[in-house]
């Protein structure tokens, strides 16, 4: 009995012992429990509310809407409008191919299609939004809408879009935005703009669009969005507004500019209008040109290749980037030059037999009239356009010292206008005939100098400027095509610069210079009195012919039997009126022939359109 007891004892025992580890154990679970439950609910609370967020939570980048152009009188040259784009999401999408193969017969894809989208999701960022397909319909629109839940990673975006309403009037000036491609990307990295364009799709690539960017574009806003599991947005718990990009006015006259574009219809080069006072640019053609509006719905292959490849060349811009010989156009300067280094006087004269040889013999330069203009002083020698009076002092001039005094009118030089596109154009001088053909300089180079053929090339814009110089006597501005910023809080006019003023040794040959020139448009003998007979205000000009191929000595030059691209470019200079100078002018004509015939009535029609309205 006794030993029953003892055993129950430590059975007893045995069990309180084993009950209590029990009771241990579950305090230190519990215990365990509290602790984590602690730590997640007070400790860790903030890191897990976050990634919960990012969990139900999608921000979302919301493109600003692009700036406005107008011109100075303000009518509308660049505005928005409302298009609908399907867009992925790289992130949020398995199986790229298969989401565009099943995308593929809602939105018209063709095998070309599919890849470019393919293409451009693989080289954007994960969490980049990239559009599949641009500008549908709406009934596209409407149908994805409908079944969107079978396209999981893609999105309906209504997003505006540039549009261009006067086309190929303003291109040169305006250029256009399109798609941003890998190395705009790359650009906007290095610069730390990437982030925002996150929700961009185009970029200005030519002329203000490009050069006024940041302005135009504005700054990204962004909205968090609350989704359920399919990624679906349920609804919008903040939203930070984009700003909006500044409107920009420009100096373009859209009028002139217009006119100046159908008088260049059919035709190849530029016509230049400045301010001379101020440098606002007040018309830009170039022709032929194209429609810019192309570039933003995304160019097809067929019609950027007719661009590249037509013979015309309609992508560059002729006021700017074209170089031609400046022909006759320069003689006023030529004068100037002259008389600053003392080579002629206001009184100097010479006979012109209509050629003219060298000291030591050799080839004869001709001169465009072929019984001469007789006795010539510089007065004539401008106005009757003389050659033979600048081949004269070609074996006196120093070709660096021309190079100098020519630099300061801006040849051989960028002009500061703000487009990017932009040649120098060639200022030839010793060094930089060493440099291209490791040769010296020759009298014969100087002799075509003269003339402002050989090596020398020049921009419209910059025959343009030096133009202006010369009404200003001096005052040289830089050409610009901005005028003013508008925003909210008001119109901010862009200052007007101004380059350092050319001084010569004698003002009073400005004025000499000036009277040739309006000898030029208004005295009997004058090469554009045709052109402006009966005008109703007084102006100064120079015209130009510009020979495109090298005649030999005996050759005669016949346009009848030339084929066109032989043919002599037209060239025109005038600024107006004479007394108070308000518009600058350059034409240039390929392969037009004369400039008197071609070039000048071109700027008349011009100058009466501005000045007569």
């Known amino acids: 009995m006794r030993q029953t007891i003892r055993d129950h004892h430590s059975e007893n025992r045995v069990y309180l012992r084993r009950a209590l580890v029990c009771v241990v154990g579950m305090l230190m679970l519990v215990g365990l429990l509290l602790t984590n439950l602690y730590r997640l609910q007070i400790t860790e609370y903030d890191n897990y509310q976050t990634k919960s967020n990012e969990n139900r939570i999608s921000l979302q980048p919301v493109a600003p809407t692009r700036g406005l152009i107008y011109d100075r009188n303000g009518i509308l040259l660049a505005d928005n409008r409302p298009v609908y784009s399907i867009e992925v999401v790289p992130e949020q999408v398995e199986d790229i191919a298969a989401l565009v193969d099943a995308l ?46 079978r396209y999981p990673g893609a999105y309906l975006q209504a997003r505006l879009t540039r549009h261009y309403p006067y086309a190929d009037a303003l291109t040169h000036v305006l250029g256009y935005v399109a798609k941003i491609n890998e190395a705009d990307a790359k650009r906007l990295e290095a610069e730390g703009l990437r982030a925002n364009y996150r929700a961009s799709v185009d970029i200005g690539k030519q002329g203000v669009e490009k050069y006024y960017e940041r302005l135009l574009h504005g700054t990204v806003g962004y909205e968090e969005v609350e989704v359920n599991n399919r990624n679906r947005p349920i609804r919008t718990l903040k939203y930070t507004p984009p700003t909006a990009g500044q409107d920009l006015v420009l100096n373009i006259d859209l009028n002139l500019q217009l006119l100046a574009h159908q008088l260049m219809a059919g035709k190849r080069g530029a016509v230049v209008a400045l301010e001379p006072r101020t440098g606002a640019v007040l018309a830009l053609v170039s022709a032929p040109s194209y429609d810019p509006n192309l570039f933003v719905e995304g160019i097809s292959g067929t019609d950027y290749r007719r661009l590249l490849n037509d013979p015309n060349r309609p992508l560059v811009n002729r006021t700017s980037q074209g170089g031609y010989p400046p022909a006759s156009t320069i003689k006023p300067l030529m004068v100037l030059f002259g008389l600053e280094q003392k080579l002629v006087t206001e009184h100097t004269r010479i006979y012109d037999p209509g050629w003219y040889q060298l000291p030591g013999g050799g ?195 016949d346009a009848k039997t030339l084929a066109a691209h032989k043919l002599d470019n037209a060239m025109y200079i005038v600024f107006a009126p004479r007394e108070n100078p308000q518009i600058v002018l350059a034409v240039t004509m390929e392969n037009a022939g004369g400039g008197s015939a071609n070039a000048a009535p071109v700027a008349r029609r011009l100058l009466d359109h501005y000045l007569n309205r």
């Open 104 to 149: 593929a017969p809602l939105l018209s894809l063709d095998d070309k299609g599919k890849q470019r989208a393919i293409k451009a999701v693989k080289a954007a960022r994960r969490y980049d939004s990239v559009v599949i397909k641009n500008h549908i319909s709406e009934l596209e629109a409407s149908r994805f809408s409908v079944e969107q839940y």
């Open 363 to 557: 080839r004869r330069f001709r001169d465009w009239k072929r019984t001469g203009h007789g006795i010539v002083d510089f007065r004539r020698a401008i106005e009757e356009s003389c050659d033979t009076y600048f081949y004269e002092m070609a074996p006196r001039i120093d070709i660096d010292k021309l190079a100098n005094f020519m630099g300061q009118f801006g040849f051989g030089q960028f002009s500061g206008i703000d487009i990017h596109e932009e040649s120098r154009g060639i200022m030839p001088s010793r060094e930089w005939k060493r440099a291209r053909f490791r040769d010296k300089w020759y009298q014969g180079d100087s002799v075509s100098v003269m003339i402002g053929q050989g090596y020398w090339t020049a921009t419209t814009l910059q025959l343009a400027v030096s133009t202006a110089i010369i009404a200003n006597h001096g005052e040289h501005p830089e050409p610009r095509v901005i005028k003013a910023i508008q925003s909210k809080t008001g119109t901010l006019d862009w200052p007007v610069e101004h380059r350092p003023k050319i001084t010569l040794g004698d003002d009073r040959h400005w004025t000499l210079v000036e009277d040739a020139m309006f000898g030029v448009n208004h005295r009997p003998n004058g090469t554009a009195n045709k052109a402006f007979k009966d005008a109703t205000y007084t102006s100064a000009g120079k015209t130009g012919t510009a020979q495109v191929f090298s005649l030999r000595e005996n050759e005669e030059y």
